[in-house]
């Protein structure tokens, strides 16, 4: 089957089938590799993209469910470039060790700002619920999110893309 | 829709449906129920068939499906389309106004992106002895809706579930509707879920609570207590209401029904937990249980 | 202490942008036009010979390539933990087995086109299995004269000691001596990434293997041993490690997977989904221990008698020096004159055990400081201050004639930790009764930096200067996400005068690159860093030495400062480094370049201690922390925020050991929770904000005195977590981990 979607912006048609899922679709057909599968399970949050302006997993995704919708993955944060505020807090304070969960992670704490621009610690926890680390301890992911937030509504977003 | 399964078997891959309407639905179902796999959200079926997608044969998926969507208020209930998900109702002005417990129900499930994804619909169909919604709708004897292509049947959420995995749900029906009867005055609800942890947690013991008191908001009318996690099915436990029916809240005693509710049940040792701690935890969040709603009086 | 330009800074990690971009490929993330992609089958029984295995519906499925099982795979042994040429290893593992030991264990392999077609290929594999009765406690395997590969079990014995320990016992009073005992779990490392490696045929008669590893040079190794291939026709590349903590310490997958490719003459992808990596790379060994602590009337250790029983799993690996590195341990906290410890290791029907974290240092610790907590309050003394009475001093020997301990502060660490965490006023605080008690807990550890007085430990790094006044840094090392590549070059920067930004440093690729063993003992910044500083120390002079020469003087003329140089008494007139390197080579016709070997000389102790306060829900058994202090020895911070990083990450790793991590096994050897929503990692809510003090006292070798951090950061959290829940609620709880259901029982157990 084909189907339509667009992603970062871009529209796409792909040749799929019911049998795959939109992290294969990302990675295999639209050489997307920022997300990861950790688990396949949806318990990770490793693949997790931003479709119809909702967080999921897209290992739990089937293909065609995917049709007509609007992706966003870690590669359509930012521009260019450019990194987002987001991507930069988490430089700035050291948020990121190994790197696997970080794309899954930046695109979790994107949504859970666009919902929540003033975000408390405890609701930044349960925002990153669904995303695993193993090697930060979450402390550090946690205060790059509190720095965006603080920088995103002082106005000081124009220095970066911002959301 | 003739000849679907010789066309399958030719092609050896899975033959996927998007219909645009239950009608057609129905039919898909009436033909090849009993091979068909229903997709709605996704977060079950996906976890279910990891890395063997290959193995369903047909895939009935429900996103383009008119009418199942939504969650709408009447005067006497409130209808949710059975692929509201569960971010919906955790949002919904309307269940956390008349239907609470569902609404901290669906906030416990999963993570933010199973939330998003995952359907109450899902949640009811697949029957997990530890589905979060399902306490609830007994608690609130909820209906559900199912419609073949022969005709449309209500019937209750008491009645629904058969076993882990198992319901009443034939495979030519289709679950398209729960319906929530609004809650009489005086009606009272708590829902306490145990996890491993705090979030992302599948459940190793649940209660739903709701407590129907007379007009002096003190006689007990009614109270129904389901648990999850305890028993193959979300478990009503309706020897508690025949014992305190009539009595006064404020004069409960609430450690006897918390005993009592851990005598009655015979839950099983599973990974997440022994017995012993279920019969114990089910006994303490009992008497919690009742604390929060004798507060909310 | 002296301030520097960029050690002790928080600089920017190198690479950062590609990994939160997304662009950072992972070797998962790497195609190749014709490339193959496999998976293994992994047996479903715990024990049993393969009567019959066969593949041929699986060879039959479209876009299948090749399906290898034992019968046309080399069976020649090997030992995954094996590191260098020359080790003493127990082989005991090969590629695909005809006999399965675990459920987990490694039958098939497929080869297809299509990734989509290899789990419907396993599917088809059938694999008939003559089952034999599992070992599933470690205690059965002690029990019986059974065993999984023809020899004894315990297959290794250990003992080390000191002074006179039965002696010491017989004197003090019965009521003087406390013993305990612990039973930890087997825990999965739970990387982000999975398990994965890539091969590739290279012409001539070479084969490529890209690998997310600790040890590329072990991978060359290996693939060359077990293919039966010259080092040099092996050709190991490192891929970005996306999680590791010695889980891709250990070698079963490379081999395997360039067998394939050259095999075929195709490239190979060979993944590992979740379940693989749960049941089939290695686990944190399981130990069963007893302690038993003597002590006098003052509060004095008088000895200490300590037995481990090491759960090895299915095939050895490291299950005998898991079990020495845990007794060396033993010796290097407290100044306990008399003291042995004795170890035994088992093979099991169970995943096998390996390099994790601490190297069985979490699990000896969290037997040992359990038991300190214990004696502490049955004397009736602060457990912080019968500490404060045994714990080591800087520069102490260890007393089995291992390496001096260094400047060793754990004293300033606890007395800090205690301080930060308001330990004395927190200790005073009621009891409570209600349904939430609190409870608050303690412990110190010990870590090492590096293989001296063990093993040979040393590293070779190429430095040159361009012509523009760059430097290239060519080391053998391995970025694992803690900075390491960062840290060095900040080493190396500091030394040269030059902002680290311009040093790349080249991480290990076995073509290229200098030898480096790997990146494991925590040996990346005090013997890697020293090797770097030694490096630029040499580098500089050249350049001091080329440069007077270029500017006709000698060399103690010459000034260097910031990336420029000048001659003393002309300070108006500079060049920059750029200037100046490529004036050396017109003018000198040389390149500014070194290589040096470095040997690690000494191996001091980094110390930790943990304070963790917590709220147990006694209705429920669940566990809330309030606070969490982590006070770290680390001689001196290179980057800290990278240390504070790893610290964070420690923490989360000891709490869930403490708390929820397990694989368990049913009696049949099969397992119980293979998947993340079965096996629990600490999530973000669970997760406590952790404070961290960090000593800076330097004094050792280490690259301004900077120690190790990476491993010792979750040695000491399952103990002082348990001490704290032990301390909430009146309990020994001595099985981990500690569930909501083993707390409420132990709870019940207390009333009754």
Redesign the interface.
């Known amino acids: ?1 084909k189907i339509k979607l667009t992603v970062n912006g871009e529209e796409r048609e792909v040749r799929t ?5 939109l992290i ?1 679709l990302l ?2 057909d639209l ?16 693949c ?1 993209v931003i479709m119809n302006g ?4 897209s ?4 293909a ?2 995917a049709d007509g919708a609007d992706i966003i ?3 359509g ?2 521009d260019g470039n450019k ?1 987002d505020i987001i ?1 930069q807090t ?2 700035e ?11 899954g992670m ?1 695109i ?1 704490a994107r ?1 859970l700002l666009e919902e929540n621009s003033r975000p408390t ?2 609701e ?19 205060e790059a999110v509190e720095l965006a937030a603080d920088r995103l509504t002082d106005g000081r977003g124009s220095e970066g893309e911002g959301l | 829709m003739k000849g679907l399964k010789k066309e399958k078997q030719k092609q050896n891959k899975t033959k996927y449906f998007s219909p645009g309407n239950v009608k057609e639905a129905v039919e898909i179902l009436a033909e090849i129920g009993e091979e068909v796999e229903v997709l709605a959200g996704g977060t079950d079926l996906l976890v279910r068939y990891y890395e063997r997608l290959y193995d369903i044969d047909y895939l009935l998926d429900l996103r383009l499906l008119e009418g199942l969507e939504g969650i709408k208020l009447y005067d006497d209930r409130i209808e949710i389309g059975a692929r509201a998900t569960h971010s919906q109702l955790e949002k919904s002005e309307y269940i956390n106004k008349y239907f609470p417990i569902i609404g901290q129900a669906a906030a416990n499930v999963g993570s933010p992106q199973i939330r998003n994804r995952g359907t109450i619909g899902g949640n009811i169909v697949n029957a997990s002895p530890a589905g979060d919604l399902l306490p609830g709708m007994l608690a609130y004897e909820a209906k559900f809706k199912l419609v073949s292509a022969k005709e449309e049947i209500i019937v209750s959420a008491e009645d629904f579930f058969v076993e882990p995995g198992k319901t009443i749900l034939k495979p030519n029906q289709l679950l398209t509707k729960v319906i929530l009867p609004k809650p009489e005055e005086n009606t009272y609800s708590s829902w306490i879920k145990i996890g491993m942890r705090k979030t992302v947690a599948i459940t190793t013991i649940s209660l739903a609570l709701v407590l129907k008191l007379k007009r002096d908001n003190n006689t007990i009318k009614e109270l129904r207590t389901c648990l999850g996690s305890v028993a193959p099915t979300p478990l009503l436990i309706r020897e508690l209401n025949r014992e305190i029916k009539g009595e006064k809240i404020d004069q409960l005693d609430f450690n006897r029904l918390g005993e009592l509710v851990a005598d009655i049940i015979s839950p099983i040792d599973d990974v997440r937990a022994t017995k012993e701690y279920r019969k114990e935890v089910a006994r303490n969040i009992m008497i919690e249980s009742l604390e929060k709603v004798a507060k909310l009086r | 202490m002296k301030d520097y330009k960029y050690v002790g800074k928080n600089i920017k990690f190198k690479d950062v942008e590609e990994r939160v971009t997304g662009r950072l490929k992972y070797a998962g993330d790497l195609n190749h036009s014709d490339m193959l992609y496999s998976r293994v089958l992994l047996s479903e029984v715990a024990r049993g010979r393969i009567k019959s295995i066969d593949s041929s519906k699986a060879e039959e499925l479209p876009g299948v390539v090749k399906v290898y099982t034992y019968e046309n795979t080399p069976q020649n042994t090997f030992n995954s933990y094996n590191w260098y040429r020359g080790q003493e290893v127990s082989k005991d593992e090969v590629l695909l087995t005809p006999y399965a030991r675990f459920v987990g264990d490694r039958v098939a392999a497929v080869v297809a086109r299509d990734k989509k077609t290899l789990q419907q290929a396993l599917d088809l594999i059938e694999v008939e299995y003559e089952e034999e009765e599992p070992i599933i406690d470690p205690r059965e395997g002690l029990a019986s004269d059974d065993s999984l590969h023809g020899e004894e079990n315990p297959f290794a014995k250990q003992e080390l000691s000191c002074g006179d320990v039965e002696g010491n016992f017989a004197e003090i009073p019965d009521e003087l001596i406390f013993e305990d005992e612990l039973e930890t779990p087997k825990i999965h490392h739970a990387t982000m990434e999975n398990h994965v490696c890539f091969a590739y045929p290279k012409e001539p008669d070479r084969i490529a293997i890209v690998s997310p590893c600790q040890l590329l040079f072990s991978v060359r190794m290996m693939v060359a041993n077990m293919l039966d291939l010259r080092f040099n026709q092996v050709h190991a590349i490192k891929a970005p490690v996306g999680g590791s903590f010695g889980a891709k310490q250990e070698i079963f997958l490379e081999p395997l997977c360039a067998f394939m490719a050259r095999d075929l003459d195709r490239p190979v992808k060979l993944e590992f989904k979740r379940r693989d990596s749960i049941l089939a790379t290695r686990t944190r060994s399981k130990i069963i221990g007893k302690v038993k602590t003597a002590v006098d009337k003052e509060g004095k250790i008088r000895a200490r008698d300590i037995d481990v029983l090491v759960d090895a799993g299915g095939y050895t690996s490291n299950g005998n020096i898991v079990s020495i590195a845990m007794a060396k341990k033993v010796f290097r906290l407290y100044r306990i004159e008399n003291q042995r410890y004795r170890g035994k290791s088992v093979h099991t029907n169970t995943p096998i055990g390996g390099a994790c974290r601490g190297y069985g240092s979490p699990q000896i610790h969290t037997l040992t400081e359990i038991n300190i907590d214990r004696v502490a309050k049955r004397l009736d003394m602060d457990p912080v201050d019968f500490r404060l009475k045994n714990l080591i001093q800087p520069y102490d020997k260890d007393p089995t004639g291992g390496p001096n301990l260094g400047n060793a502060q754990i004293i300033a660490a606890l007395k800090e930790g205690a301080e930060k965490f308001d330990w004395y006023n927190k200790r005073n605080r009621k009891e409570d009764k209600g349904r939430y008690r609190r409870g608050i807990g303690v412990a110190c550890c010990t870590h090492g930096n590096g293989y001296y007085g063990a093993y040979h430990d040393f590293t070779g790094m190429t430095l040159r200067m361009y012509a523009d006044g760059s430097l290239l840094l060519n080391t053998g090392l391995h970025e694992l996400g803690n900075a390491t590549l960062t840290a060095i070059a900040q080493i190396a920067g500091e030394v040269l005068e030059i902002d680290p930004g311009e040093i790349t440093v080249l991480e290990a690729d076995t073509d290229l690159s200098p030898y480096d063993i790997g990146a494991h003992a925590s040996r990346g910044t005090y013997v890697c860093g020293m090797c770097a500083f030694k490096i630029a120390e040499k580098l500089k002079e050249q350049f001091l030495r080329e440069s007077a020469k270029v500017l006709n003087t000698t060399a103690d003329q010459v000034e260097m400062e910031q990336g420029e140089v000048w001659l003393k008494d002309a300070p108006q007139k500079r060049l920059s480094y750029g200037e100046m390197a490529a004036r050396v080579q017109v003018e000198n016709q040389r390149e500014l370049f070194t290589t040096y070997s470095y040997q690690a000389q000494t191996n001091p102790g980094s110390y930790g201690a943990h304070f963790a306060e917590v709220e147990v829900d006694t209705f429920t058994g669940l566990v809330k922390f309030k606070d969490y202090v982590a006070a770290h020895d680390v001689g001196k911070a290179i980057n800290p925020s990278s240390v504070e990083g790893q610290i964070h990450g420690g923490v989360q790793m000891g709490i869930g050991m403490a708390l929820c991590e397990e694989i368990t096994f049913n009696d049949k050897g099969q397992p119980l929770n293979t998947n993340f929503s079965s096996y629990h990692l600490v999530n973000a809510p669970e997760m406590p904000k952790v404070r961290v003090s960090l000593i800076e006292e330097g004094g050792d070798e280490g690259p301004y005195g900077a120690k190790s951090i990476g491993e010792i950061a979750t040695v000491p959290v399952t103990a002082a977590v348990v001490n704290a829940v032990n301390d909430a609620l009146d309990i020994k709880l001595n099985v981990l981990p500690m569930t909501p259901a083993r707390i409420l029982e132990a709870l019940n157990e207390k009333e009754e």
Not at chain 1, 54 to 57: F, R
Not at chain 1, 95 to 103: D, E, H, I, K, S
Request: glycine share 14%.
């Open positions: 089957m089938t019911s049998e795959t899922r294969d990675r295999a050489h997307l590799t920022g997300a990861k599968e950790g688990c396949g399970e949806g318990e990770c949050g490793a997790s909702e967080l999921v997993a290992c739990l995704v089937l065609p469910q993955t870690i590669e944060v930012g990194l991507q988490f430089i304070v050291g948020a990121v060790q190994c790197g696997y969960c970080t794309p930046v979790a949504k610690e405890e930044i926890r349960h925002g990153l619920s669904g995303n695993l680390c193993r090697c930060t301890g979450y402390q550090k992911i946690i």
